[in-house]
């Protein structure tokens, strides 16, 4: 530090003599250039302007020089981190997957059936945010008989190595199910049971309340329950993956719903996945099944 203040006051009584614009660079004196260089690699050259403010206050003479010979070695400021402001509006983090699958046939059969489901998460710091949507189609010999789809918002936050507490928000629209529409809102706290490289098994529980609407125009009837839940990942191997989904509401509703998968790697980031999931509503209309079963085979593609 010494020896940087003793330059700095050399600098302040030792003019630089110029011999014109084309030459500056060669004309500042070598101490200003040692100054400079310094200040610009020191803490990412945070201090650069103050040291060059000194600098030309110290040779007002060869303020011109002093700068362009400055101009190149000044730190360039820091990129922004575009998802510093706005760090759930961004892509850039999120891991997700596409399943589709689709079936016709003609002759004695005419069926024609589509699904599509996609999932996004994140991991940030304590933060785990999910996103999942689901359409399915199905028309047999001209006739629809199943049309579906939903969406929902998951987020788990961590405050010890295995608890942590969990929201869940989710909309469900199905025209041909044991109910027309129902909105899911779920609170409550999980535990970690397992987490290795080939078993992921968490369990979580807590109030909800759901809003259903029986038929189409009818008002939807809010219901407060308990609910408890079961997310089972096992990696068989690299190439294949089994996975279980559980959860049960009881209350003034009874709701169990399973959904089990077997994803089977092809190459790269194209995967075959086999699903089947069960749905049970206790309190379904007496004109609709309680319980309804889908069976899916299809491509699944990471991403």
Partial sequence: MKKFVKTLALTAFVPVMLAGPS????????????????AANSNDGAKFQTVLDVVLAANPDQKEEILAA????????????????????SLSGWDGEVDLNVLTSSGNTDQQSFG??????????????????????????????????GLSYKLDYDFSKHMYLTGFTG?????????????????????????????????????????????????????????????FVWAINERSEFSNNSQITFGDRTVFETKNALKV?????LSSKFSFDVFYDKDA??????????????????F
Avoid: C
């Avoid at 030459?23 to 310094?38: G, K």
């Fill in 23 to 38: 030459i500056a660079l060669a004309a500042v004196d070598p101490a200003v250039m040692a100054i400079l260089e310094q």
């Fill in 70 to 89: 400055a101009e190149p070695m000044r730190p360039k400021p820091p990129v922004k981190n575009p998802e510093a402001k706005h760090p759930y509006f």
């Fill in 116 to 149: 599509v489901g996609a999932k996004m998460k994140r991991d940030k710091g304590k933060y785990h945010s999910k996103i999942a949507g689901y359409f399915d189609f199905n028309k047999n010999s001209g006739v629809k008989d199943r049309q579906r789809w």
């Fill in 171 to 231: 909309y469900q629209n199905d025209q041909f199910g044991s109910f027309r529409e129902r909105i899911t809102v779920n609170a409550g706290a999980g535990y970690r049971l397992m987490e290795t490289e080939k078993f992921l098994w968490n369990v979580e529980g807590g109030p909800t309340v759901l809003f259903t609407k029986e038929s189409e125009g009818a008002d939807y009837e809010d219901s407060l329950n308990a609910y408890a839940a079961s997310e």
């Fill in 265 to 269: 790697k092809i190459n790269g980031a």
């Fill in 285 to 302: 209309p007496a004109d609709r099944d309680t319980t309804d079963t889908i069976a899916r085979a299809g491509l699944l593609y990471d």
